[in-house]
């Protein structure tokens, strides 16, 4: 079955320092992935998502994500941080199949104190 | 674009009330969710269609919870008889055709539930 894992519920970082918040996956196959973000009493927005081709994928707000298959990773970095980062993050994971749905972690609590 | 429209934002019922959440998905795309977040649980995937048949909803709580899309515009999540414990906030998503799987979801804004 797939799943996917977000070790860290909350993870706190200084603003101008790089934050990274971790994900990792379990799904057979060749797995999309996705980074979504969502600000207080708002719904799901996309950040960013990887398909294929290069592990390095770039998305809104000056995020990024690396691919890493060996270790199963698709942890979301930025290399400084805005105090209007802080949100909570989810990652999600699809098979890569016919079927539509994803399944989304838990969520990790990101706070960035100025 | 409009987004994605769910109505109403916020809902205060009593146990035991039917309540019917409401969305409309972007035009043009073929793939609706419905999601309930909660503290303790998270975000929970709770049904999805693709053009307008249901296609999973293992994830529907009890037969109290029930879902429709009539039509590629509109979709209702049903509760009836609602209690306190399904109080959160729900959201709808759709997604437009493309490579299965790897489709963005767009979300409402979510209805706030809360059931006295």
């Known amino acids: 079955a797939q799943s996917v894992a977000q070790p860290e519920d909350q993870v706190n970082v200084a603003e101008g320092n790089p934050l990274t918040v971790k994900c990792t996956y379990s799904v057979s196959g060749n797995p999309y992935l996705f980074w979504y973000v969502q600000y207080p009493n708002r719904g799901l927005q996309f950040l960013l998502k990887?398909?294929?081709?290069?592990?390095l994928v770039k998305g809104s707000y000056g995020f990024e994500a690396e691919f890493n298959k060996s270790q199963t990773s698709f942890h979301l970095k930025k290399p400084s941080a805005l105090v209007s980062d802080s949100a909570l993050y989810f990652c999600a994971v699809s098979p890569g199949s016919s079927a539509s749905k994803i399944i989304f972690g838990s969520g990790t609590r990101l706070s960035i104190r100025p | 674009d409009a987004g994605v429209i769910q109505s109403p934002r916020h809902e205060v019922t009593e146990m035991g009330q039917e309540v019917t959440l409401r969305c409309k998905p972007i035009?043009?795309?073929?793939?609706l969710f419905w999601y309930r977040q909660t503290m303790m649980r998270g975000l929970e995937l709770l049904i999805y269609f693709n053009n307008n048949v249901p296609i999973d909803d293992s994830g529907m709580p009890e037969d109290r919870f029930s879902a429709k899309m009539p039509n590629a515009s509109f979709s209702t999540l049903k509760i009836q008889p609602s209690e306190p414990r399904d109080s959160a906030v729900y959201f709808c998503a759709s997604t437009s055709p493309g490579l299965a799987g790897a489709d963005t979801q767009y979300f409402g804004p979510g209805t706030r539930l809360t059931v006295l």
């Open positions: 035009s043009g795309h073929n793939s």
């Open positions: 990887y398909i294929t081709g290069d592990n």
